[in-house]
């Protein structure tokens, strides 16, 4: 467990945290774009369930990920914290729905432990390693792999 | 200073693709129709400007060339030549010549290989009939040096230069435009005594030296007008001194392919009255808004109205700003076959219809691909040899049409041949081979035919001998598909085919209306709406328990349901409580079964498949009033979901839905 698998964990950088149910999570901040308030969204027919639609991003169409669905978590209903995340991958602009955003986290590469075997039961694929902050846990996310809604991907989803 | 020059020399290039384009289109139609007075003159232009411009850019390779050129076009104007095959075939190398040397001195390369031969063959042309008739003075041009360049002029105007309104000074001023005059000697000799002196008359002659970097023949255009009514000479003088340095036209930049659009001036002046109104009618509104009261509610009304109008306008116009004729890509057709049937021994005459459409310049741009793959396929292996045609009672002469029209919303673009048409047996027994079609499978004669466009049917070399067509067809129909559109063909063995493309007009903004099923939102382009009506519960019929019928008027056409396609809950079921919509779209229609509909508007298309991907049966997103996202549907995309049987569109739905 204390092997550092290279290319796998990152460190020494920040992080924005949020949290679904319980667990806290952490996108790499130069990901994130945008957060803004949860709005309405427009369904889109036949999309995978966790594709909770598109938005309007001041004229740009961005599809809306819902990551409790996306993880296979009981969904719940949107609250006033709900917030989407909008990330920017480059080439592609998407949105995550939240139950909340927490704060922004500095984390060295020694607090960073790659991701734990944890079962067939569940995906590590999304994971790039797990941060250990004092008494805090976060889930470090490997964010393209998240926000990735190729065909080819969704098929096999 | 220097980057006025460089801007110069980016319209120069410009105007000279242009009028390249004019040159090569009408040397063609000349040698079609023996050619009027007023095509041998716009040829004549063309190659003068090019001339011209070219002299005062100091792009001296190419005033030289067209000065052959010119020449050889003015005695074909003045019909001393008869622009048979020989000539016209020369003609168009010229032409070929000159624009690479255009290429060249715009883009830094070497000249194209064969000016001088070229060169050679235009001027003996000249000196061999030239010598025979005579009237016209040949011009020995000097393909001589223009930087720094001495001439010695000899000028004598004829006495009665000033009866037509010359004036000698005026040319001697625009001579020393040129460079430097110097040894300038009047020549008073013919002047009369007073007595016998006619005052309207010109006596006078001059000779003087000229320095200059412009090239013989700029010098000799000082006196074009003049060239008749007098006795010119211009002598080159050796060198005396080295060129003269000419640091804006040595510097050879290639300018990045900056993507222009030539817009007319009207079209523009039209945009700013209207810009100009719309300012206005802002003006107006917030006029009104300032101590806004309910009594003043009409005239906000109207005053917004008035807006309304004019941002509809003005968004229609900047559209069109966009829009180029399909010209712009027909023009090369006419050249492109001559050589084409030449090379492939071929007798094919051109026509050219429509050529006025217009398209999206970004369509334009990305067309002359796809129909010159179509061209080339209908004279290498549609068009037959004129022996077999012959033979087959056709004329020797085969038929190709390019054709251009507006249907709908799309614009259609045909390449029609007269040739051989495709052989459904031996494209069959192809596709067979490759494995694109199993043996027990019976397809019709179109989807035989469809196949050619196959990926993977044209990589074979055998296909050209086969089926006679498949080269790169599976490239062209990527392209065309890349642009919204769709290939078609038709085609009749020994009888010819035709390649249809079809083209959405524009790819930015669609006339549609607004429905609405559940809490959804959808917008439908209007031009795939045929009409709209609440079914009455005897209009539906059942097919096998499993797929669903409306009949319109006794036309029986598939029902998609909306609500069940989409997976939307809370929206009407029952279709004799909700309303059918009726799209039409090549040739199939389909009901729609909505809950309302909601209004007719514009909505500008933005794509869904940019951040996301493809959904079947949705062409793009736009954005409402009220800042939401609401779903386009792609009609044709409809009616083939609805004809595929039900099950498996429930396999598609859930595969979609629940994966």
Same mark, same amino acid.
């Given at each position: 467990?204390?092997?550092?698998?290279?290319?796998?964990?990152?460190?020494?950088?920040?992080?924005?945290?949020?949290?679904?149910?319980?667990?806290?999570?952490?996108? *790499?901040?130069?990901?994130?774009?945008?957060?803004?308030?949860?709005?309405?969204?427009?369904?889109?027919?036949?999309?995978?369930?966790?594709?909770?639609?598109?938005?309007?991003?001041?004229?740009?169409?961005?599809?809306?990920?819902?990551?409790?669905?996306?993880?296979?978590?009981?969904? *719940?209903?949107?609250?006033?914290?709900?917030?989407?995340?909008?990330?920017?991958?480059?080439?592609?602009?998407?949105?995550?729905?939240?139950?909340?955003?927490?704060?922004?986290?500095?984390?060295?590469?020694?607090?960073?432990?790659?991701?734990?075997?944890?079962?067939?039961?569940?995906?590590?694929?999304?994971?790039?390693?797990?941060?250990?902050?004092?008494?805090?846990?976060?889930?470090?996310?490997?964010?393209?792999?998240?926000?990735?809604?190729?065909?080819?991907?969704?098929?096999?989803? | 200073?220097?980057?006025?020059?460089?801007?110069?020399?980016?319209?120069?290039?410009?105007?000279?693709?242009?009028?390249?384009?004019?040159?090569?289109?009408?040397?063609?139609?000349?040698?079609?129709?023996?050619?009027?007075?007023?095509?041998?003159?716009?040829?004549?232009?063309? !190659?003068?400007?090019?001339?011209?411009?070219?002299?005062?850019?100091?792009?001296?390779? @190419?005033?030289?060339?067209?000065?052959?050129?010119?020449?050889?076009?003015?005695?074909?104007?003045?019909?001393?030549?008869?622009?048979?095959?020989?000539?016209?075939?020369?003609?168009?190398?010229?032409?070929?010549?000159?624009?690479?040397? !255009?290429?060249?001195?715009?883009?830094?390369?070497?000249?194209?290989?064969? /000016?001088?031969?070229?060169?050679?063959?235009?001027?003996?042309?000249?000196?061999?009939?030239?010598?025979?008739?005579?009237?016209?003075?040949?011009?020995?041009?000097?393909?001589?040096?223009?930087?720094?360049?001495?001439?010695?002029?000899?000028?004598?105007?004829?006495?009665?230069?000033?009866?037509?309104?010359?004036?000698?000074?005026?040319?001697?001023?625009?001579?020393?435009?040129?460079?430097?005059?110097?040894?300038?000697?009047?020549?008073?000799?013919?002047?009369?005594?007073?007595?016998?002196?006619?005052?309207?008359? &010109?006596?006078?002659?001059?000779?003087?030296?000229?320095?200059?970097?412009?090239?013989?023949?700029?010098?000799?255009?000082?006196?074009?007008?003049?060239?008749?009514? &007098?006795?010119?000479?211009?002598? $080159?003088?050796?060198?005396?001194?080295?060129? !003269?340095?000419?640091?804006?036209?040595?510097? =050879?930049?290639?300018?990045?392919?900056?993507?222009? @659009?030539?817009?007319?001036?009207?079209?523009?002046?039209?945009?700013?009255?209207?810009?100009?109104?719309?300012?206005?009618?802002?003006?107006?509104?917030?006029?009104?808004?300032?101590?806004?009261?309910?009594?003043?509610?009409?005239?906000?009304?109207?005053?917004?109205?008035?807006?309304?109008?004019?941002?509809?306008?003005?968004?229609?116009?900047?559209?069109?700003?966009?829009?180029?004729?399909?010209?712009?890509?027909?023009?090369?057709?006419?050249?492109?076959?001559?050589?084409?049937?030449?090379? &492939?021994?071929?007798?094919?005459?051109?026509?050219?219809?429509?050529?006025?459409?217009?398209?999206?310049?970004?369509?334009?741009?990305?067309?002359?691909?796809?129909?010159?793959?179509?061209?080339?396929?209908?004279?290498?292996?549609?068009?037959?040899?004129?022996?077999? =045609?012959?033979?087959?009672?056709?004329?020797?002469?085969?038929?190709?049409?390019?054709?251009?029209?507006?249907?709908?919303?799309?614009?259609?673009?045909?390449?029609?041949?007269?040739?051989?048409?495709?052989?459904?047996?031996?494209? =069959?027994?192809?596709?067979?081979?490759?494995?694109?079609?199993?043996?027990?499978?019976?397809?019709?004669?179109?989807?035989?035919?469809?196949?050619?466009?196959?990926?993977?049917?044209?990589?074979?070399?055998?296909?050209?001998?086969?089926?006679?067509?498949?080269?790169?067809?599976?490239?062209?129909?990527?392209?065309?598909? %890349?642009?919204?559109?769709?290939?078609?063909?038709?085609?009749?063995?020994?009888? +010819?085919?035709?390649?249809?493309?079809?083209?959405?007009?524009?790819?930015?903004?669609?006339? +549609?209306?607004?429905?609405?099923?559940?809490?959804?939102?959808?917008?439908?382009?209007?031009?795939?709406?045929?009409?709209?009506? =609440?079914?009455?519960?005897?209009?539906?019929? %059942?097919?096998?328990?499993?797929?669903?019928?409306?009949? /319109?008027?006794?036309?029986?056409?598939?029902?998609?349901?909306?609500?069940?396609?989409?997976?939307?809950?809370?929206?009407?079921?029952?279709?004799?409580?909700?309303?059918?919509?009726?799209?039409?779209?090549?040739?199939?229609?389909?009901?729609?079964?909505?809950?309302?509909?909601?209004?007719?508007?514009?909505?500008?298309?933005?794509?869904?498949?940019?951040?996301?991907?493809? !959904?079947?049966?949705?062409?793009?997103?736009?954005?409402?009033?009220?800042?939401?996202?609401?779903?386009?549907?792609?009609?044709?995309?409809? $009616?083939?979901? $609805?004809?595929?049987?039900?099950?498996?569109?429930?396999?598609?739905?859930?595969?979609?839905?629940?994966?």
């Amino acid at each position: 467990m204390t092997e550092q698998i290279s290319g796998q964990a990152v460190g020494g950088e920040q992080f924005l945290t949020f949290t679904i149910g319980a667990e806290e999570y952490g996108i *790499e901040i130069l990901k994130v774009q945008e957060i803004k308030g949860y709005s309405a969204i427009t369904p889109i027919p036949n999309a995978p369930h966790y594709v909770r639609g598109v938005i309007n991003l001041r004229g740009t169409i961005v599809p809306v990920v819902d990551l409790r669905a996306r993880f296979g978590m009981s969904e *719940e209903a949107y609250t006033k914290f709900t917030v989407i995340i909008v990330v920017n991958l480059g080439r592609r602009v998407v949105g995550l729905v939240v139950d909340a955003v927490s704060d922004v986290l500095n984390v060295g590469e020694q607090d960073v432990e790659p991701p734990p075997p944890l079962g067939v039961g569940v995906d590590t694929g999304f994971m790039t390693g797990l941060a250990k902050m004092g008494e805090r846990l976060v889930l470090l996310l490997n964010i393209e792999q998240v926000a990735n809604l190729e065909e080819s991907v969704l098929q096999t989803a | 200073m220097r980057i006025d020059v460089t801007r110069f020399r980016t319209a120069f290039f410009e105007e000279a693709v242009e009028h390249l384009a004019t040159i090569e289109r009408g040397l063609i139609e000349l040698e079609r129709s023996g050619g009027d007075a007023e095509l041998m003159n716009e040829i004549f232009r063309s !190659v003068h400007s090019i001339k011209g411009a070219s002299g005062s850019f100091g792009l001296n390779d @190419i005033a030289e060339f067209t000065h052959g050129f010119e020449s050889v076009l003015d005695r074909l104007r003045q019909g001393q030549m008869r622009p048979d095959r020989a000539l016209t075939t020369l003609l168009l190398r010229a032409a070929d010549i000159l624009s690479g040397l !255009v290429r060249a001195a715009q883009g830094g390369g070497a000249p194209p290989a064969g /000016v001088g031969e070229v060169r050679t063959e235009l001027e003996s042309l000249l000196s061999g009939s030239g010598g025979a008739k005579g009237p016209v003075p040949v011009r020995e041009d000097g393909g001589h040096r223009k930087e720094g360049s001495r001439f010695r002029i000899s000028f004598r105007p004829g006495r009665d230069l000033f009866r037509s309104g010359m004036d000698p000074l005026l040319l001697l001023r625009d001579l020393e435009n040129l460079g430097t005059i110097s040894d300038v000697e009047l020549d008073r000799s013919e002047l009369p005594a007073l007595a016998l002196l006619d005052a309207e008359a &010109c006596y006078l002659a001059w000779q003087l030296t000229l320095v200059t970097d412009q090239t013989e023949s700029a010098v000799r255009e000082v006196f074009t007008f003049v060239e008749d009514a &007098c006795r010119l000479e211009i002598v $080159a003088l050796p060198d005396q001194a080295g060129p !003269v340095d000419l640091p804006a036209q040595v510097e =050879r930049r290639t300018p990045a392919a900056e993507s222009s @659009i030539r817009v007319a001036t009207e079209k523009v002046d039209e945009l700013i009255n209207l810009v100009g109104e719309l300012v206005i009618a802002q003006a107006m509104v917030s006029e009104i808004i300032d101590g806004f009261s309910l009594k003043r509610l009409g005239d906000l009304r109207a005053a917004i109205a008035a807006m309304a109008r004019n941002t509809q306008e003005l968004q229609a116009r900047v559209l069109s700003v966009r829009m180029l004729p399909v010209a712009m890509v027909f023009n090369r057709f006419p050249r492109l076959v001559r050589d084409l049937a030449e090379h &492939c021994g071929r007798v094919v005459r051109l026509e050219v219809l429509g050529e006025d459409t217009e398209l999206d310049k970004g369509v334009i741009e990305k067309l002359g691909d796809p129909i010159l793959h179509l061209v080339r396929n209908a004279i290498d292996h549609g068009i037959e040899a004129p022996e077999e =045609r012959l033979a087959r009672g056709k004329p020797a002469e085969g038929r190709l049409r390019l054709a251009a029209y507006h249907e709908g919303g799309n614009v259609v673009i045909e390449v029609t041949d007269d040739g051989r048409g495709l052989d459904p047996q031996k494209i =069959r027994a192809k596709a067979l081979e490759r494995g694109l079609v199993k043996p027990d499978e019976t397809l019709t004669d179109d989807q035989l035919h469809a196949l050619i466009m196959a990926p993977g049917f044209s990589t074979a070399t055998a296909v050209t001998d086969v089926s006679g067509r498949g080269v790169g067809l599976d490239v062209v129909r990527q392209n065309v598909e %890349s642009l919204n559109g769709s290939v078609g063909i038709e085609s009749r063995s020994g009888e +010819g085919s035709t390649m249809r493309i079809r083209l959405p007009l524009t790819l930015a903004i669609v006339d +549609g209306l607004a429905l609405r099923v559940g809490g959804q939102t959808f917008i439908v382009p209007l031009l795939a709406i045929r009409e709209s009506f =609440r079914p009455r519960p005897a209009d539906l019929k %059942s097919v096998f328990g499993q797929g669903e019928i409306v009949l /319109v008027r006794g036309e029986p056409l598939p029902l998609v349901r909306l609500h069940r396609q989409f997976g939307i809950g809370e929206a009407v079921t029952d279709p004799a409580s909700g309303l059918v919509l009726v799209l039409s779209s090549e040739g199939t229609s389909v009901g729609i079964l909505v809950d309302e509909l909601l209004g007719q508007s514009q909505f500008v298309v933005k794509s869904l498949e940019q951040q996301y991907r493809r !959904v079947d049966g949705v062409m793009g997103a736009t954005i409402l009033g009220d800042g939401r996202v609401a779903l386009i549907l792609d009609a044709p995309e409809l $009616a083939r979901l $609805a004809l595929l049987r039900e099950p498996e569109r429930d396999a598609l739905c859930v595969s979609g839905e629940r994966a």
